[in-house]
């Protein structure tokens, strides 16, 4: 399973709204990365999860809230958001964090603040 | 800072032509991805190359460390090749493995 599962796809929500996106892998990677990619720009990173612990928050606002149960998951919970965080939100892994390696990235979830 | 440019930004080919999309970067790095990306959707990691030549099928990938250069180059494109094509390399001042400097990439478009 060479597979990273992102859920759920597309998304719509309000500025009051809470809401949580999910990454799955079960490579056994030790690193798991949020990135941000608005459209025509590449990826920006978010943030970076090395043996479930969270390694860099690129001075991400608040309203986005990282979490990684276990090494299998990681999860990017909304709240309270703005228009122009609509996006597609990847979810990437690889083996570590530190070292090189190639990195496996999910189909992604389209996110629409209203 | 390491920059990343590619040329060219966009492409325009006819089904079964060789195509070529090339990457300089600025400061020396120890691999290079390349990286795909269809329109609206996720990205598949093509390589990761450090030196010399590596295939995939249709894909080939070349990489000069000392002329801080890559190429990919597709053969006998098809119109499900059209997305665009990403280049990333590691900062050099170290740093996370995901922490990639991503080129503008190239939009590819094959015509049946």
């Known amino acids: 399973d060479t597979e990273v599962t992102q859920t759920p796809k597309h998304l719509v929500m309000g500025m009051t709204n809470k809401k949580s996106l999910k990454c799955e892998q079960h490579m056994g990677h030790r690193a798991m990365y949020w990135y941000k990619q608005k459209a025509k720009k590449p990826p920006e990173l978010m943030f970076v999860?090395?043996?479930?612990?969270?390694?860099i928050n690129e001075s991400v606002p608040s309203r986005f809230s990282p979490e990684c149960p276990n090494s299998s998951l990681l999860n990017l919970h909304l709240h309270a958001l703005q228009p122009e965080d609509s996006a597609l939100y990847l979810c990437a892994s690889s083996q570590d964090a530190d070292r090189e390696g190639e990195l496996f990235f999910g189909e992604g979830s389209r996110l629409t603040v209203l | 800072k390491n920059e990343v440019e590619q040329s060219p930004q966009n492409l325009t080919a006819q089904e079964g032509e060789f195509i070529t999309i090339n990457c300089s970067y600025s400061v020396g790095i120890s691999a290079l991805h390349w990286l795909q990306q269809h329109p609206g959707g996720g990205i598949v990691s093509l390589f990761m190359l450090s030196s010399g030549k590596k295939k995939h099928g249709r894909l080939i990938a070349t990489i000069n460390i000392q002329e801080k250069h890559s190429s990919l180059h597709i053969t006998a494109s098809h119109p499900r090749d059209s997305a665009v094509y990403i280049c990333?390399?590691?900062?050099?001042?170290?740093?996370?493995?995901?922490?990639?400097?991503f080129g503008k990439g190239t939009k590819l478009s094959v015509k049946p």
């Open positions: 990333a390399v590691p900062p050099n001042y170290g740093g996370s493995q995901g922490n990639l400097i």
């Open positions: 999860y090395s043996y479930e612990k969270l390694s």
